[in-house]
């Protein structure tokens, strides 16, 4: 069994493999980290760099068409959007009272978990 990928496609899916690893980051990030602060700074960062290098994929595999130049105005939309709404919305959760998350509720939930267990 043979593959024939030309170096464009091999390129174009080592770019699509590094932003699907990176949305899986930004998911076990937003299952893993403890309040919503660090969940979405997780999510910000991982989706903005996995969608920027999956789009950077797409682009190397479509070539020079007018679909790579819409697609690259979408990645630069993405570049701008995603850091700017990760920002209004942690300020927004911050100026509403949302608490965060320290060291001491780390202790409190292993003190309610040791009385769970006994």
């Not at 699509?16 to 960062?45: C, E, K, T, V």
């Not at 595999?61 to 993405?78: R, S």
Request: charged share 20%; glycine share 8%; proline share 2%.
């Amino acid at each position: 069994m043979t593959f024939d990928f030309t170096a464009r496609e091999f390129l174009a899916a080592l770019f699509m493999l590094g932003g699907a690893i990176f949305f899986l980051a930004s998911a076990i990030g937003m299952m893993r980290l403890p309040d919503f602060y660090s969940r979405i700074h997780a999510s910000g960062n991982s989706e903005t760099l996995g969608c920027m290098l999956s789009f950077i994929g797409l682009m190397i595999y479509e070539g020079a068409t007018l679909t790579t130049v819409k697609m690259a105005l979408v990645f630069i939309i993405v570049f701008l959007a995603n850091p700017i709404g990760s920002h209004i919305l942690s300020k927004a959760a911050y100026k509403s009272g949302h608490k965060v998350w320290t060291l001491q509720d780390l202790k409190k939930e292993e003190d309610e978990d040791a009385d769970l267990h006994h």
